[in-house]
């Protein structure tokens, strides 16, 4: 399943956001449009594994979650 954590991972590890983590005396320099401007996104696209799908199409199944005493299905 794709999720947002290995983003959310770079983001605190990079030095800009978390200088104390690399030893740096610089200052905090993240800003509002930090992720647009300076980021660098070197995160490899998510990739589902070949034998994931159950169904016709590759890569897709079927979630069944219960939400306020109701029963859904995905």
């Not at 947002?4 to 800009?16: G, K, L, M, S, Y």
């Not at 200088?19 to 200052?27: F, H, I, K, N, V």
């Not at 159950?54 to 199944?61: S, V």
């Amino acid at each position: 399943m794709a999720t947002a954590i290995p983003f959310h991972r770079a983001v605190v590890e990079d030095p800009a956001f978390a200088p104390e983590l690399t030893g740096s005396q610089d200052p905090f320099t993240v800003h509002t449009r930090w992720i647009e401007t300076e980021f660098v996104n070197d995160i490899k696209p998510f990739a589902a594994p070949a034998d994931a799908g159950t169904g016709d199409e590759p890569g897709r199944g079927t979630v069944v979650v219960e939400v306020g005493g109701r029963r859904l299905v995905a």
